[in-house]
């Protein structure tokens, strides 16, 4: 017996149960998909070098959605606190 059958041999005597911790499909299928989805909304960050290294570190919300505001409405310029 080669060993790929014997590894589908022990895959098919294997429990099939699934984990307790995981959904099945049927559970998924039964959930409303309209609470599913939720809109990316946008985030910015900006580089800063530590130990010779790039970091992106995030601005926070408040100056993040600043940011794209500015962006989108085609201004080059925007007040944000570094902190």
């Not at 080669?2 to 307790?20: F, M, R, Y």
């Not at 909304?41 to 505001?69: A, G, M, V």
């Amino acid at each position: 017996m080669s060993s790929v059958q014997s590894q589908q041999e022990q895959l098919s005597q294997s429990d099939p149960s699934p984990s307790p911790n995981s959904c099945s499909s049927f559970e998924l299928i039964d959930m409303d998909a309209g609470s599913l989805y939720e809109p990316v909304s946008p985030h910015w960050f900006y580089c800063k070098i530590i130990d010779s290294k790039e970091t992106w570190i995030p601005f926070n919300s408040e100056d993040s959605q600043q940011l794209e505001e500015a962006y989108n409405s085609g201004n080059l310029h925007a007040c944000c606190n570094f902190g």
